[in-house]
């Protein structure tokens, strides 16, 4: 089912992976507001007891907005980077798969699913009937699914080892 998966949301993942791409380097961290935010919300609120004569509250403040700022920076930052990591993979492979495909299937896959030509433009390109398109579509489908297996196989044997 790998194949047909990356049939339907090949486009949509290209673009996210170049919207993360983007953000990754334009990467400005999270919003000042957002971050007293979530301060505001993640500590409990009530009564506070003075443990020392001395006060600092502003500094310690300050402090403390700088450990949540960089740590919700680091955590974003790690979040777009492994999206955009897993993403590119997918496609990468996807992409040499195509190109592992029997006959016509490398050319007519990447037109179907890179180019998004519909069943029409492919019959007509192809001379094929709407039947054959269909068909081609399956073959494609079957043989990426058996490559596919294999990666898990051997990602599952390196993870065991």
């Not at 979530?38 to 007891?49: D, H, I, L, T």
């Not at 403040?61 to 990591?85: P, Q, S, T």
């Not at 029409?120 to 494609?140: E, F, H, P, Q, W």
Request: net charge negative; charged share 35%; proline share 1%.
């Amino acid at each position: 089912m790998k194949a047909e998966e990356m049939f339907k949301n090949y486009t949509k993942m290209r673009q996210e992976m170049t919207v993360l791409e983007f953000k990754i380097k334009d990467f400005q961290g999270i919003r000042k507001e957002d971050v007293i935010e979530s301060m505001n919300f993640s500590k409990p609120q009530g009564e506070r007891v003075q443990e020392s004569m001395v006060s600092d509250k502003t500094g310690k403040a300050a402090a403390y907005y700088r450990r949540v700022a960089d740590r919700l920076d680091d955590e974003y930052f790690d979040e777009l980077f492994r999206r955009y990591l897993y993403l590119k993979e997918e496609i990468d492979f996807f992409g040499f798969l195509t190109t592992q495909l029997s006959g016509r299937l490398p050319e007519f896959v990447r037109d179907m699913v890179m180019e998004q030509m519909n069943w029409n433009d492919l019959m007509g390109k192809y001379c094929i009937s709407y039947s054959t398109v269909g068909r081609y579509r399956k073959k494609a489908a079957r043989e990426m699914n058996q490559m596919y297996e294999f990666r898990d196989e051997v990602d599952m044997e390196y993870l065991l080892s």
